[in-house]
Each structure stands twice: as C-alpha cells, then as structure tokens.
C-alpha cells in the first residue's frame, strides 16, 4: 500500500456512512413518485443551487479542466468562461418559468412529460422522441462517470479496474434507489461543499508555498511563458476565432440538461430563482476558476511531467498535504463523479417510468407503481452503464463532450422556446429534438474545417431554425386552449 492508502481509506469511510446516512433520512420521507423525482418540489434556494452546481461538475471539473489547463495553460480558461456566461442564463431565463410552467402542467416531474402537455400534444411521438433522447445520451453521460470512477479506485486504492467500476455503481445505487431526488440533492450539497474545499485549498496552499502570486506566475513563465496567455496555445500559435467559439459554445449545452434543470423544477417557490441563480453563478465562477488554478499550479509545483495530465489533482494532494487531509481531498473526486452519475441516473429513470412506460402498457399507473418502476429503472440502467465503462481504455473527456452536445442540442432549444413563444408547436418541439440530436450524431463522426467546430453550436443553431420554421407552417398545437393556458401561465410570473 502506498502511503497514501490508510488514511484515504480511513477518510473514505467516513464520507461513505455520511452519504448512506443520508440517502436513508431521505428515504423515510420519500412516499411518492413526486417525492423521488422532485423532492415534493421543495428544495430552498442555497439547496437547489449547490445541487445543481454539483451534479453539473462531475469528476470533470477535478480531472479534466486541471488537466487541460496543466498541459494548455490559460487557453482553458475560454471553457471556463463559456461555462460560467451558460450557468447565468440558464438560471435568468429558465429557472422561475420552467418552475411555474411546469407545476401549473399537472405537476410535470419530467421534461418530456413538460413538452407534451405544454402544447397538449395528443400524439406519443414528442414525449418518447424526447424521452430516448435523454436515455441515449445519459447512459453515455453516466458510463463515463462510472469509468471516472472505477480509474480513481484504481489508482488511489490499487483495486483491479472492473471491481472498481462496480463498487462505484453499487454506492451510488444505495441512496439514489432509496432515497430519490431528496438523496441527491442532500448527498449533492455535501459533496459540492467537498469539492469546493478542494478546489480552493489546493491552488491557494500552491501560491502560499511559492511565495505569492508573482513567484507563482514566474514560476509558470520560466516552463513556458505561452501558458499565461489566453489569446495563444501553448506552443504560442493565436487561438483561431473558430477554437475559441467552440470552447465557449459549452455554455449553451445547459439548456438541455435534464439533470440541472430538475433543480429548477424542484424548486420551493419560483421567487427562490432570482436568489438560487446568484449562489449558482458565484458557485460556478470559483469551481472553475478554481480548477483552473489547479492545473497551472501543477505546472509551478511539478519537476516533471505527468504521463497522464488528468491526475495533476491527485498529483498535487499526495505531493503537498498530509496524508490524512489528502485522503480527504481524494474523496472530492469521488464526490464529483458521484454526484453527477445519482442525478443522471435519476433522471434516467424518471424519463423511462414515468414517460415511456406508461405508453408501452397503455394504463395508468398508482402512485405505488410508478415508484416500484422507478428504483427498477435505477437499476436496469445502471447495470446498462456499468457494461459501457467496462472497457478501462475509453476516453472519459470524449464522451461527456459527445453527451453534453447531445442533451443540450436535442433538448435546449425546445425546453427555452417552449417558455417563451406562445405560438410555437408540438410539430415544431419534436422536429426541434429531431434535427438538435441528429446533427449532433453526424457533426460528431466529421473531421476537418468547419467540422471541427463544436457539435453542440451547430445542433443548437439549426434545431433553433427548425423549430421556428416548422411551428410557422405548422398548426398543429395552435389550439385556442393550449394558447390560453399558455397566456394563463406567463401571467403568474
């Protein structure tokens, strides 16, 4: 063992029986589908926002972007940027509509359930177009969580690869079956607070030790002076205006994650946005810059360098705390995968028990059925995950980037018109998801040129035109009563 391993272990445990305590308070108040979709709706607004912030930032947010910025520098930092501008507006703009809209629709606990009573849609085709979109994406999402997962226990506790990923599954089964959406969103806000702490005691004790933040930059600039400039690559070539579109175009994948915008809808009362959104900004602001942080002091502390850029956090934890802290710190990692697969999971679930299965039996389902076809779903799709991270060679980066363009491009441009325009239409929302998630698929295989650019800017864009051009020549969902509970709905804001 290395020296690292009692102490990770020790800390380990104890976040373990913390996450386990509270699934199991979270499951003695969960008696209902409602309750394990969207927590009754009442989430306060400090809950709503750290849940939110924390099932976005998977192991990601530890692992990739310190990663990329210990081998790019402040290239990184346009990501960071684009993600930050994409938390603002997708709390300005989404939160307190999709709120009230949502509640107002016979209490809809899902966004494809939202869509078809939003336009009263008679047809199954919106509601399970958009439903396989969630499932498709999202189980890529969640595999590569669970790689995330089974690499960290592989490498922090020597545990052979595929052991790993099945004790990673089998935590995070425990609350999110039980508990539901009140497991996650607790289990959420104590692991974002883990993450923070992380973030921001690594990158601060780094500056410390160098003797502030001017030895920090000189230390950065005697490896390679390019890495401080965020206009140039590290080999000092100007950053194209196509790369840095891209890297900010990941702002808009927020509009279509099921997984955030389920915060919203779980919200106490639509006047919490206006406060949830300024403790998700500020939140989000300082996870990223944070982790940024993070891979450039890898650069300034680090005599050589990393085979793999990823492990720059863990590098940096063994290297400069004592053991027992950096147990703690290692934890977070787990923490920020964890609380990105729970979500995930759940809202994998929710779409499959509560918007497809009830087409394929043609009943109406109790109160007590949907929740029993809700945990099945759990694990019916964690056990599918679990069989995409089997394979340790798989490129966590790539897929999260694959299912954040999907989702966002599918989904986003529905869910955002549907809260605005009054005469859009079923026809449009289903032709919307259509072109968002197919373009995505086919941008995604092309190389080269324009194809280069991100998957998710042109999704978006041309779904946007879709839904538009189509909801114009379309009078389908122009229904006098779906206008009128639209009006009815917008005046409550």
């Known amino acids: 063992m290395s020296q690292l391993s009692i102490p990770t272990i020790t800390a380990f445990l104890v976040y373990v029986s913390v996450v386990l305590g509270i699934g199991f308070f979270a499951y003695i108040r969960t008696r209902s589908a409602g309750d394990y979709f969207l927590g009754g709706r009442q989430l306060s607004p400090m809950v709503s926002a750290i849940s939110a912030g924390a099932s976005d930032m998977s192991g990601w947010v530890l692992l990739g972007l310190p990663g990329y910025a210990y081998l790019a520098g402040l290239e990184a930092a346009w990501i960071s940027i684009g993600l930050v501008i994409g938390v603002a507006a997708n709390w300005l703009l989404m939160a307190k509509r999709l709120r009230i809209y949502s509640a107002q629709l016979d209490d809809a606990v899902t966004l494809p359930t939202y869509l078809q009573r939003r336009f009263a849609d008679r047809t199954p085709w919106l509601k399970s177009i958009a439903s396989v979109s969630i499932l498709l994406f999202f ?9 995330a997962g089974g690499k960290l226990f592989n490498e922090v506790f020597g545990f052979d690869y595929q052991l790993a990923v099945f004790v990673s599954v089998g935590l995070i089964l425990l609350y999110t079956l039980f508990g539901g959406f ?7 806000v104590f692991q974002g607070i883990l993450m923070l702490l992380a973030l921001v005691l690594v990158p601060l004790l780094v500056i410390d030790q160098s003797g502030g933040m001017r030895e920090f930059s000189g230390s950065i600039e005697r490896v390679n002076p390019h890495l401080l400039n965020i206009f140039t690559s590290a080999d000092g070539k100007a950053l194209t205006l196509m790369t840095i579109v891209s890297f900010m175009a990941w702002g808009l994948g927020y509009f279509g994650q099921p997984h955030i915008l389920a915060r919203f809808m779980a919200l106490r009362s639509p006047d919490d946005a206006s406060r ?4 998700g900004v500020t939140w989000a602001l300082t996870c990223y810059a944070m982790a940024i942080l993070v891979g450039l002091s890898g650069i300034a502390t680090l005599d050589t360098l990393l085979d793999d850029s990823e492990k720059v ?7 400069i705390f004592h053991p027992l802290i950096a147990g703690v710190l290692l934890a977070a990692i787990l923490a920020a995968i964890m609380s990105t697969v729970d979500s995930q999971l759940l809202v994998c679930s929710a779409s499959l028990a509560e918007d497809l299965y009830p087409l394929v039996t043609r009943k109406p389902l109790s109160a007590v059925q949907r929740l029993r076809v809700a945990r099945i779903a759990v694990v019916a799709l964690a056990l599918l995950a679990t069989g995409l991270a089997m394979n340790p060679e798989s490129k966590v980066l790539e897929v999260v980037s694959y299912a954040w363009a999907g989702l966002g491009a599918s989904l986003g441009p529905a869910v955002l018109l549907s809260l605005y325009w009054r005469n859009m239409t079923a026809a449009g929302a289903l032709t919307g998801v259509l072109v968002g998630g197919l373009t995505v698929i086919v941008w995604s295989r092309l190389e080269g040129g324009l194809y280069d650019l991100y998957a998710l800017l042109p999704g978006f864009v041309f779904a946007l035109v879709a839904i538009v051009v189509v909801s114009r020549v379309s009078r389908k969902g122009r229904d006098p009563r779906v206008l009128a509970e639209f009006d ?3 005046s409550q804001r």
Do not use: N, P, Q
């Open 313 to 319: 956090f863990i590098a940096l934890t063994s290297l």
């Open 488 to 490: 009815k709905m917008r």
């Open 276 to 279: 949830a959104a300024l403790i």
């Open 139 to 147: 189980l890529f999402y969640v595999g590569s969580g669970l790689i």
């Open 182 to 188: 009140l497991a996650v969103s607790w289990t959420d």
